[in-house]
T-cell receptor
């Protein structure tokens, strides 16, 4: 099993659609989870951290299932500006802060 | 605010040449790291530092050296460039190397080795 696995997409959705991305991770000792966003030819930027109880930030909702080692990101009411690659990120394990990045899921929101 | 800066933005090298990629941050972050990003691959950690004077290897350290003489700067040296080192290099920093800290990335250096 790869350390962090994501469907590469692309996900092509119309404006206003709801879209969900999933991610699985292999190390049960991982304790920190994030979604980063990366625009074409730009650096990754933190979208949101993912907490055990699930968390929401505006149109974005992140969920964590530790038992299944699974993370999800839900985007509601998609905007053209949401078009980007979404990176699932987990820490390497235990208390170590080093991060493992998934290859990313590409989202394209069309008018 | 400058955040994390990287120079140069683009670089072309010939096989065997050496060079240093510069990275600086003005946020007084203790933790700094270097990643490379290749098509179809996730970001891979090359080297990292948890504070001035302390460095350690990441997942893909071969062919690269780092040093951390100040909190602000974390240069990455390519000793003898190879075509396999053609990549986009990102430097990142965070408050500490502990759990949950947001990593802030620089704009990247696009390196081509001929």
């Amino acid at each position: 099993r790869k350390e962090v696995e994501q469907d590469p997409g692309p996900f092509n959705v119309p404006e206003g659609a709801t879209v969900a991305f999933n991610c699985t991770y292999s190390n049960s000792a991982s304790q920190s989870f994030f979604w980063y966003r990366q625009d074409c030819r730009k650096e990754p930027k933190l979208l949101m951290s993912v907490y055990s109880s699930g968390n929401e930030d505006g149109r974005f909702t992140a969920q964590l299932n530790r038992a299944s080692q699974y993370i999800s990101l839900l985007i509601r009411d998609s905007k053209l500006s949401d078009s980007a690659t979404y990176l699932c990120v987990v820490n390497k394990g235990g208390s170590q802060g080093n991060l493992i990045f998934g290859k990313g899921t590409k989202l394209s929101v069309k008018p | 605010n400058a955040g994390v800066t990287q120079t140069p933005k683009f670089q072309v090298l010939k096989t065997g040449q050496s060079m240093t990629l510069q990275c600086a941050q003005d946020m007084n972050h203790e933790y700094m790291s270097w990643y490379r990003q290749d098509p179809g691959m996730g970001l891979r950690l090359i080297h990292y530092s948890v504070g001035a004077g302390i460095t350690d290897q990441g997942e893909v350290p071969n062919g690269y050296n780092v040093s951390r003489s100040t909190t602000e700067d974390f240069p990455l040296r390519l000793l003898s460039a190879a075509p396999s080192q053609t990549s986009v290099y990102f430097c990142a920093s965070s408050y500490s190397g502990g759990l949950g800290n947001t990593q802030y990335f620089g704009p990247g250096t696009r390196l081509t080795v001929l």
